[in-house]
Every structure is written in C-alpha cells, then in structure tokens.
C-alpha cells in the first residue's frame, strides 16, 4: 500500500490523499484551502479557473500523481462529506482522473451538484451516491476494490469515514470527525462496526488531528442546543427584531434553530444564497424535517424586498441569515453596510451561533461589525457554538476502538499535527516507525 | 442610605458590605480570602484565630466599622449562600456584633453549623434560618427592617439575592449567581419577583462583576451535565476503576453525577470529609435527592479500609472524591502520594468535573498531580465542568430587569470590575454617578 | 482647583484635560482618536470637518466646557508633544476658545503648523513657542498664570511634562512619557527638576498608566539602537534591496537608522508625505542631525520616478519609507499592491522598526502583507523597535520622585488604568481619596 | 553516515546525539532533564545513582547504543558547551564507554570536574581540553577522526559547535546558539570558518530549533547590558540593600552586573554554591575578569556571617545571589524564608537578571517569593534579561550560511521544531527528504 499526502497536511484546508494498491488508486477528498480563495478574488487579474486556483495555492498540488504515474490509475474519488475543504476542488481536478467516479453520501452529492452547477463547470465524470454504513465494490486492475462507508458526526449531514479493505490491509479514513454519542438530528457514530474492523485489523488510519492539542473535550451538538435555547430566551423586546446566524451547511444547527425558534411565536424566515443552496440539498434528500416550518429567501431582489416588511414589523419575523463571518456580500454585511431596507436598531437582537474562523480577514470583518452594532445598541449574543473536530480525549477513543497498526495525523500544520504524536506514543507507537508526520506531496509505503 | 464595601472589592474571596440606613446596619456576607488561608496554613507560628486570619488578610478588615460607629448598630449579618468567600469569616467575626441574628437559607445555615462545629467556635449570635422567596422583618431602631431573600442560581444550593427594602430605597445585593433558565436541580432564578422589584425600583444593586469582561455565555447546568453524560459514555474498562471529583458544595453537580454514575452499574462510593459535610448538610434539609444511592465515607481510616476493597475489586465501584485542586490531604492527593492502599493503574478512568482554580498553588499542584498520573497510564477526562459565574450577558440581563439608579460592581480585583462600568455605560449609567467603582473599606452615601 | 477630564480617560486617543482655577482654565492637549479617524475615513458621506469628527467620537467631547461655563476662561492649551493623539484636535477645536494661546516646543508647534497647512484651516488663535526645562507666565483673570515645561522623553522630540503652579497648589501633567536615561538623541528628562518640585509639593499628578499592568521595564531607545545595529548586520546581498520602515515622527529612531544606515555604502532616501512632513519639520528647528545625509522624496510622482532607480539598482540605496501599519497609501502599501515600478523580489530586505498597533485594522494590514511579502521571499525583519510608554517600573520612579498628594492615571481604558491605583496603594495612596478613576467628562476638585 | 538521536528531540533537556561514519561513533552531548531530576529530588527513596536517574527518564536513554552495538565504538564524547542540559549525564554514563576521550573547551572541561568532585564520581575516562576555533583529530577505526570546534555565542562562556569532517561529509552541530555581533564579553561567532565549511559543503546539520516559531530577534547581550544599567541606575536609597540574582554560568553577565555594580561605590559579593562553582571554573580557566572585583562566599556558615553584616550596613554591599528561579536551599529562598540574619525591608532592591524558567515548579516558586518580597515594599525589577536561544532570524541566518543538504532540528519538543521544518521550506528544503523531525531514539542515515 502506497498512500501520497496530496493536500491538507501542512494546512487547514485542500485535504486530498491518493493510495495505491496494486494497479489502483483511490482518491479520497479533494478539497479547497480558502486564504488562497480570498487572495485569488482580491486579485482582480483572475478568474475562478484551475489555472488561477493553482496558481494561488487554493487547491491540491496533484500534479504528483501525473509525476508517479498514478493519475490514470485512480479509479474513485470518494468525498467524506460536505464542507469545501473536502470537497471545492472536485470540480476543478476531477477531469484529470477520466476513469475515476466520484463517491460520496447523497448531501455531498448534492452539494457537489450545486458546486458544478454554479460554476458552469463542463462535469464529465461518472458520480455515484453512496449509503453510509454501506459498502460499494468497484471492478479494479487489480482486483476488486471494495470500499465502506461508515457513519460518524461532526458538523454538516451524512459525514461518512471511507474505508478500503484492500489486498494490502485496512485503510481508514478518519476526516472529519467528532464523536457525538447524542446528536440532535440524525444518528451517532457507528461504534459497532469501527469496533469489528479495528479487530479484523487496520493497517494505516489517516486522522483529523486538529485539536490533538487540546485536553478538553468540545461537547456535543446538545451543548449548542442548550446555548440556543439560553440565547432565544434572553432575547428581548417583542416589537424588536431577532436575527441569527449560522453555517449554512450545518443543518442539524439550523434545526435547533428553528426548534426554538418556533417558541417564538415568529414567522421564520431563512435568508441569503448560500443558506438556501444547502438547505434545498437537504431536503431534496429528504433530510431538512424542519423545510415546510421556514420560508426561504435566497435572491437579492427578494431578500431586499422582504427585508422592507422586516423593517416594518420587525417583532413579526425570526431572520435567519448568512454572514457570520461578516463575509462581504452575506446579508448581515449588506445590512451593516446600509445597503438593504432593514436598518438594526437599539434593543434588536443578533444570535451568533458560530465561532471567529481565526483568519485575520474575518477577524477584522467581525471586529468592524460588531462594534458597529453594539453602538447602535444591538444585543449581540456571540459564540452560542460548539465546533465539529474532536479533541485529545475523541482522539483517544479512535486509536482505542481501531487499533490501526500506522497512524498519519492531518488537517493542520505540522505544529498542530505533532501533539497527535505525543498521543500516540501514549499508546505505545514510535514516531517514524509507525507514527507518521507527512508534508504535502510526500509518498509513505506500508 | 450608607454603603461600607468591606471587603471583595479588590480581590476574590472576603466579601463583606455593611448598609447603614438610620441607625441600623444590615451586613452582607463574611467570607474568608483563600490565598490569606493558605498563607496562615503555610506558616507554623500561626493557628485559626481571628488575630492570625486578620495578619494574613485572610478575612475582611471589618474593624472599620468600629471607626465608624457602625459596629453596635448590625442588626442581622445575612450570608447569600454557602460558599466559603462568603460564610467562612462568619465564625470568626460575629462575635463583634452581638446584636446581630445571622440569617441564611436552610444550606448556609447546615454550611455555618458545620464550621462552627469543625473549628469549635464558641458562638453566641442567634441564627435563623430564612427561606428563599420570602420576606423577613426585623425590630431596628429606625423602624422595621424589611428584608426580601430572592431564589438565584450559582453553584451550590439556596443561594438567595437578600434585598432590603429600607425607608431611604431598595438594597439589591446579587452575589453571586448565574442565571441559569434550566437548572437540572431546583428552581431557575425568580424572575418574576425581579421584574416587580425593578418596576418599584431599585436604588442600589452590588453584582457579582467577575466575569464581566466575557462576552461568551457560560452556560447553565445542562451543559455540564451533558459534559459529564459524555465522559462516563466513554469511560473505558469494565475492570478499570471509575473516579469523579469535583466541588464538594455543588449538590446539584453531585446529583448529575450520581444520575449517570448508576448506569454503569457500579456501587456509588462518596469519599472525603468535605464531601461528607456537604452531602449531610444537604440531606439534613431534604435537599439530596441522591442521598440513599450513595455511601459515604469520611474518616481516614475507613477511607483506607474501603480502598482495599476497591483496589482489588475495581470494576466494582463508582469513586466520588475530593481532590479535584489536588489539594494536600484530599483524597486524590493521598492516593497519588501512594498513601492509600489503592493505586491507581494504566487503564483506570479519573474524570474531573471541575477547572483548575488559576491560582499558582492549584496549578502547580494539579500538573503534577495529572503528569504523574497520565505517566501511569490512566485516561483523565478533564474540565467537565461550567462555572457558576455569569458573563457579560448574564448582567445584561440583569440590569435590563432591575433598572438600578446606582450600580457597584464587585467579586473581583478593580480590573475585573471595570468592565462593569463600560457594560453600565451601554444602558446609560455616567462613572462616578451612577456606576461607582469602590475599594474595599470605602463609604458610599446614596 | 478643578479638573476636567474631558478625553483620554476611556481610551487610547483624544487626550484632553482641564483645569480651573480661579477664574483661569489651561487645557492640556487636543488629540485625536484613531478609530474615530478610520471610520470616518471608511464613510465616504462625510468630511474631514469638526462636526464629522465629533459625529464619529474622533475627537474629545469638549463642550462640555461650554456646559459648565469654562470655555471662555481658557486662557492656553498647552500641547505636550507632537503626537497626534495630543496635538491632532488643536485645528478643529482651537476656535472655540478665542482667548487661548497655543502653546508647545518649537517641534510640536512646527507638526501643528503642518496640520493647519495641510487641512487648510484658518486658524486664528495666538500661536507661542515655549522652550523645555523653562516657565513662561501668562496673564489671568485670577492673578498669573506660571507655567513651567519640563523636558521628558518618550518617542518623538521636545517632550515636556507641562506644570501649572497655581495658587491652589501645583498641577504636573504627566503625559507620555518612558524615563530613558540614556537616549540615543537629546538629553535624559529633567530628574533634578522634577525632584525640586516634588520636595515643594505637587497636588496633583495626571500620568501616562497605558503600561501600569506590566512589570517588565520596555528599555530605553539605545535598545532599539543595538536591535538596529543587528538587524542592518544581517540585512543580506550586495544587489539586494533594503527597506526600512519606521514611525515617522520618531527623530532619534531615524537618526540611529542613517547611523546605521551609513555603513552599508548605500545613498539612503526618505519616502513618503509623513517621513517628510516630520523630518522637515525636525529640520526647521535645527534638530535633525541626519539631515543632510539623505534625500528626501515625498511626492507620489517623483516617489515612482525615483523606485525606478532603485528597481534596477537595488544596491545603491537604503529606502527608509512609510508603510509600517501597511496603511493604505503608504509607499510599502503601494509598492506591494504592484502600483510602482519598484516590485520586492526573492532576497530583498524589509526591516519594520516598529510593532503593530494592536487594532484590527492595522494587524489584518500588516498579515496581509506580510505575507505577500514572504511568499515572495523578502527576508522580513520585524519588531526591531522599543516603544515609548513607561512601565510599571518607570511609574514607581515618578511617584517616587514627585509624592503628589493626588494620582489621576490617564491614557487608556479603565481596565488599563485600574493597575495603576494597584501601584499607589503601594506608596499608600488610598483609592477615592488620594487616586481617583475617572471616565471622559468629570470634574474633580481639590 | 548514520546518526541516532539520542535524547533533546522531543523535550528541552538531557541532549545527546551519537554519528556513525564507518566503525567509528561520536558522541554530541550528554546532558540531564530537569524535569527528572526534580521529580527524583521529590522521591525520598530515590539517591542521584545512574540507575536512579534513569528509572525518572533525567538522563539520555543511552542504551539503544547498545542494541545498535555501537557502544564500544565511541571514540569520544564532545561537549558544546558547560550548561547541564549538555554535559550533566557525563558524569553517569561515560564509563559506559571507556574507549570514549572527553572532549570539551576549559571551561567546560573545570564545570565537569566540579560535577564529578561534587558527586565523588569515580571517574575513568580520559578527558581532553579542546580549543574553540581549532581542530583535532583522533585515531578511529576506519581512519583518523577529525574534529573541529567552531567558537558561537550562547549564554556561557566558551561556547561551541562542534564539526565532525569525515569520510562520509560534514556533520555540523548547532547546539545552543545565539548569533551575537555585539557580545560583551569575548568574541563573535567565528562566522568567517562558518562560511568556509558552508561553501565546501555541509551534509548534516543539527540545530537549536527552539524558537523557531518566534519571528521577532532576542536581541545580543548588549540589551541585558543597556537594561542592567538602567536597572541599577533606579536602585533607590544609599541606606537600602540591593541584591542581584541571575544565572551561575552566565560569566558575561555577571561580568556587566560587576561592571555597573561597581558605579554604586558598593562592596561586590558573591553569594552561593553554585556562583562560586562557576565563577572559580571561569577564573581558572583565566576568563573572568572582574574575579579581583568581588568577594565569593559559597558556604552556608560564611553566608549567614556575612548577612549579618549586611543586615547591619545594608548600604555598605551589593550582594549577587543565587535564587532567581526560588530554588529551594537557593540563597533568596533562604532569606525569604527567614532562615538567615539577613531580613528584607520596605525600600530595599533586588534585581532579577533572569526569565522565570516556564516550568510550573519554577513559576509557582517564583510567584510565592515575589508576592512575599512585595508585600513587604521590596522594590523587585524582574526581567532585567535576554535568553540565549536564537529565534527564527537567527536560524535563517545559519541556513544562509552553511547551507547543510539536511537539517535535523532539535532542543524542543516535536511541536516547537516544526517551525524550523516550516522555515527550512523557504530555503527549499523539502520534509523527510533533506529536513527531518525526529524522535529520541532513532537512526537517520544520510
């Protein structure tokens, strides 16, 4: 078993790995490292195409699977699940991997879709829906290859860990993940069949060891919930407006919104593009319960319009909307910036049910907007969140239920991938021998 | 209306402020400063006496009031709860005004007993024990005093706001609380009687200032519980050992933890003499719903005996203990010193629902305490906790309810407090007119 | 006596003080208030006028002079230094007081005659050039006015301490300041002087607490001399670029450059509007040694003329330019946003001789450029700088020095201040008694 | 050429490096984990025996020469410089390796005698001053051996890195350094032999990486220089003692605490076993000049004689003392806790030329002993210091120079050498292919 640390092994972000066994490769991930993203829409000499994506380092450097031979060998690209670091690089890549089908659960599916769609992209591959906790055997050179997906939790729906029981062992790939024994919406993680494979043996685990530094867990999705259901109540004021705001690819966060939200006796409204791009993916595979409770509103005509009746009778609505990150053109950006009908005022409410991403542009962004609010006297309510990425002690059940005889951290630096080392030794593996720091573009043998 | 701010002014711990209104004064808490305590205890020449606790500072510099002829006109010393930076300097000072009842809730009172008891004081004030939601009036010389005891939440059980109602205006002392909406063991804070009292008004309100400078909500009680729901799930080892500590005062935290210990099937032990007090105290007023799932053991000697037992048969047990600050002579401190005749082993779970108290002393103690254990190879699940101080919000809320004329921020050094004033100055409230910063032994006139 | 705190007292910026005596008022500084600027600058519906600038706080709130009938008892506003938050407001606001004199040393009075110049205000006020280490007496309607300038040192030229000698009792305005005993340019500030006045009496201190809560002394300039010294010794390539960038009004730090700069054989050039508007103004009073040693280009045009040079012969100059908060405009802005003919290449050398000012604006700036500038390959050298505020240390040395009977800190938020009521009570200054809080707007008397 | 890193790969502490070039091996270092000996200093059951020291993991695990069968092929052992982290496990494992000469300059060789005197260590093997700036060649197996010993700063005296020319390539090693073109004592760092080998060639570098992740210079040691001066330049009152503690080892240092002591007109005495330990191996070795200057007083008995004196004529000393990290039995320590003649008052100085060493151990002592001192009115001025470890500037500049096929970094934890790996990517190096993370324990063959 080869595997080549394409992507997302020095950074968050633009995570792809290729493993060979035999005469196949399988790709898993191929996603998008946003600083890259923003550096190429600041430049006004580029537009969103391969060649520009790659010149600002805002994909994969796949370019090595052409160097090793192994591009007309991969035979599937299977995405874990839904976010853009795992899957906003299929689009611009996949074309040169002709024979490969693009695997992934119906949510990430769609999302790709919808991804495709947008960007006008000429999408010539083969995709192909998979189940969670399913598995799926593809005709290979070398035989057949058989894949499994199996359910986990963390932040976005149907987030699978894709497996390949290959003729060289066990290959587990554990991005992204936390592990939720009481989720809010849909089911935990599939403990009993990790347990079966890490006793028939895994050979490499590839792990989300972003928070391998941190002792303390993060909680589960119920602790939000709670967050949620303290924010709405400290709410005020019946004839001001309450707006909150969220990642709109978390869609068991947006359904506790709305389960609260409803206790307000409000019309809820969701607002923005990218909110209904999601949402509407939810539900056309039947996974949004709360769709028929909202009224989606996703167009800049519409949204300003509406916004016209917000403004009016303000206590009558419960807005949901982009722009956590103060993104610029996210609704709660057009708002702050005058550009929509619907001023905030004293006493009106704004629900951050999200963190900071600790880049320096949304550092800045949020800072301005804040401060704006809080001196027209807005009540913000900030950080009323829980992140989707397990820590140390999630991390200590994996290797725990799994066992797997190689360990390669990813998703970070170097410097937040070493203390999964430490973690490891505990466990009584030995750095360089069968636990493995892996730069991009490196290959490892097993 | 006179207010002497005692003592809690510039630290955390001690607090105590005395109110003049006529010729009567009602004093608010007496509590002890934990790093003076742990001074006196560090230096042999020194015991447990007023005249050593007032060298170390270790209790509130309440000789001012002699100065100001305060001292023969306290009518009542009421204690807001029963923590011990709020009910410890009571033994030790009421002496001094003999004609002071001291009253506290049900707990405070069982809390005070046990003290006095422990250290054995010869105290002579009368003691009456007052109910949360109630109203009391005593004889002063000026007329009635009117005293109101109002239903909060913090972290351990009847904390009350007390509220005197005087001739000069409405008193409102809210230390400490943090408004929890859920609580998972009694009631949530009395709004509805706040909302009435800020609408008759309120002259002064004293609040718990200490986190004043976090945005971030801490969350309430569910939180923890569902932290605490979390580890135990993934506590390993049918034949490992199951340790918990945490605050032995916080009843409610001990019911979470009894509620989840029972199904791993594991007899539930509670070891430890501070646990034992509390746990009585709570009983003793009917107010331990877990109090027959438990076994208790306090002393020394059946601790010992009782952790052969667990050492041999450790799949057996359930552990509740003291120790969580790895403080010296607690129960974790005497087992890590390998002082008990149970060790712990590779494997074995140690779960602290509690922080780390940020003073040097805890921290040192428990990184030793944690590196000696990991090196051992048990698994900690640390930080399964939330505190039970109110944030930013919380005192929005406040404020948003009683609509004080004046505000004093307090339970913290001045840097803590002022962001109090900058909070204040968003509702309005002019420094130095409305919102007052004060030292401890200052005297404010209203 | 009386003092008006009218700003400075809640923030870093908009420095402004009062005080009366009799019927005579001297205000000290008018400065401006950085963020107030930058949304100012951010709003394209407003101008550079005293009305937008009141709008958006970027100035001290001083009618509340009108309010309590001061204003036209304002006999001087004495200026303390050339810094913008104490000298800034002066054209906007000087107006209002048509009997005051404006009064600074030569260098502060040269930097406002810029202003007025470059704002083209029409400034009527009496203008009047004081020396430092002198007194100057004025006429009032109480009997004379004696004040007295003592030199200081802080980080730009001709900072004095201004001391009004009143018949109530001697007021010393203490700000900014960092005692250096060693200065690289200039003399060290005037101890005897102020030991003279300390023994006769000061009654009140108003004084520099940004750094009341850091022990650690910062260092005096020969620091950032010797940081310098290494920085230029391992500047690398004969046919590399070097670049500097450092606070404009800074004389000593740009004449340690050129010191510096001089042993590397290059011809070194001044860019950029402030770089000159400062240097000449040094120039103008005879205080600018390095004067003749460089060229001074400030021009946009000629800036682009003379880049091309520097692009094609990269290792005949030393470029000491603006640009050091990556501020927009600024010739390091410029250069990296591609918008001169000069562009940074591989090996280049770019040496920040400053610390980022911790606003959002300036750290997101500066991240973005630098690391432009990285990933292009310029060797960057950050932080090459000591800044000019004293720190606890130095605070201790004033009190010490100066035993006034009353302590006012200024020059930051409450929380900032608040540390420096922690260091009187040290000398046994008693809070509310002897050192005093107050937010912008109060009037304290004495 | 193969290398095992022995030990300081994953922590900071007990170094030790052994290269293989045909039959011949040569050991790097050999020193002890702090962290070890505390924790072996706490267990009263435990002496300071090899097998004791290893049991608490102090010292190096040295036995994997064994496995490797390379211990009977250790030529010599080459210490870099005399700070225990390097040379406090010579004294336990160098009889394992009898054929091995001890390599050292003077200084370092006298700081190993008093080891082994002080431990009445039986000590076998042949030990061989070396020069800086010189070489040496041994008789190996496979050829003559030749060494060569390169002078560098750091934080001692007679510093340097030591150079392996074999047949194989140069092996490089860069443990502990800071560039400093300024030193105060002694010379610069032989940069021009540095830039020879780098043009000729260097195979393998191993380097200090410990602040590879901090951008910003410590600066030389002529700011601790510049900041001692003003340090005891605002040392207050001619009758008030002033005490100066910093590091035993630290010979430029105490050579600039005597060179400004000296202003003060005061008597100069060393106080303290380990001062006097050092500053006679420096004397020796005809290093330290200011030898005649002061007076050493090393034991117990002599030093409570002598603080009687000081206790009496407080003015009339300047006493330089150990125990700036409060190490108990320290002189500070002892003061502090009452246990000699000598008592400190209000008003008296003490100078810290020291950083508290990050260790909780260090920091809870630290904490204890400043609060006591202040409490009192003892004016502390902590900080008065730069460390002796480059950060990244200085990394880039010994990349720059000696531009070494592979690097290997070391003296840190695997989180604080990733930086170093990030760093070496700027230059081109590519990971695990000519830049390396390695653990304690490995072969690397180059």
């Known amino acids: 078993m080869e595997i080549c640390t394409i992507g997302g092994y020095e950074q968050v972000g633009k995570n792809m790995t290729a493993v060979k066994v035999g005469e196949d490769v399988v790709v898993f991930d191929a996603g998008i490292y946003l600083p890259g993203i923003i550096e190429l829409q600041d430049d006004p000499s580029m537009d969103y195409s391969e060649k520009h994506l790659r010149a600002k380092k805002a994909i994969p450097d796949d370019l090595i699977l052409d160097k090793l031979g192994w591009s007309n060998k991969v035979r599937a690209i299977v995405i874990s699940h839904a976010h853009l670091d795992h899957v906003g690089a ?5 074309n040169r991997y002709p024979n490969a089908v693009i ?21 010539k591959n083969k995709r192909q829906v998979i189940k969670d906790n399913a598995t799926l055997t593809l005709k290979g050179e070398s035989g057949p290859i058989k894949l499994e997906f199996i359910h986990t939790t963390h932040s976005t729906l149907q987030c699978v860990f894709p497996v390949w029981h ?8 554990a991005l992204d993940f936390k592990f939720d024994d009481y989720p809010t919406l849909g089911l935990p993680p599939n403990y009993k069949r990790m347990r079966e494979i890490g006793k028939a043996g895994t050979k490499v685990l590839i792990v989300d060891a972003l928070y391998s530094g941190v002792e303390k867990r993060p909680g589960g ?10 924010a709405f109540s400290s709410a005020w004021g ?9 990642f709109s690819s978390h869609i068991e966060r947006l359904n506790n919104i709305v389960k609260f939200g409803k206790r307000t006796g409000r019309q809820i409204i969701f607002m923005g593009r990218s909110l209904g791009k999601y949402v509407n993916a939810a539900n056309n595979i039947k996974q949004c319960p709360f769709y028929k409770q909202v009224r989606i509103i996703q167009y800049k005509k519409q949204v300003n319009g509406f916004l016209r009746n917000v403004e009016k009778s303000r206590g009558k609505y419960l807005i949901v909307c982009t722009g956590h990150q ?3 053109g996210s609704i709660l950006d057009r708002i702050t910036r ?3 009908p619907f001023k905030f005022r004293a006493g009106d409410n704004l629900i951050f049910s999200s963190s900071v991403i600790p880049a320096a542009v949304n550092v800045v962004a949020r800072d301005k907007l804040d401060r704006k609010l809080r001196n027209i006297g807005v009540r913000l309510q900030t950080d009323i969140h829980v992140h989707g990425h397990g820590s140390r002690e999630g991390l200590r059940e994996i290797l725990q ?13 170097l410097e937040q991938e070493a203390p999964m080392i430490d973690l490891a030794n505990e466990f009584g593996y030995k750095f360089g021998e069968t636990s493995h720091l892996a730069s991009n573009g490196k290959v490892l043998k097993f």
């Open 90 to 94: 299929v689009p611009y890549i996949a």
């Open 166 to 173: 290959s003729s060289d062992g066990t290959f587990f790939y």
């Open 103 to 123: 695997l992934g659960t119906a949510f990430t599916m769609a999302v790709l879709d919808a991804l495709i769609k947008d960007e006008k992209i000429n999408f």
């Open 326 to 328: 103060a993104e610029e």
């Open 338 to 340: 005058g550009e929509t």
């Open 238 to 246: 019946k004839e001001k407006a309450i707006f909150v705001t969220t």
């Open 401 to 413: 239920i799994l066992k797997p005889t190689h360990i390669i951290p990813a998703h970070g630096s």
């Open 221 to 230: 999705e119920r602790i939000a919930q709670n967050l949620l259901e303290e």
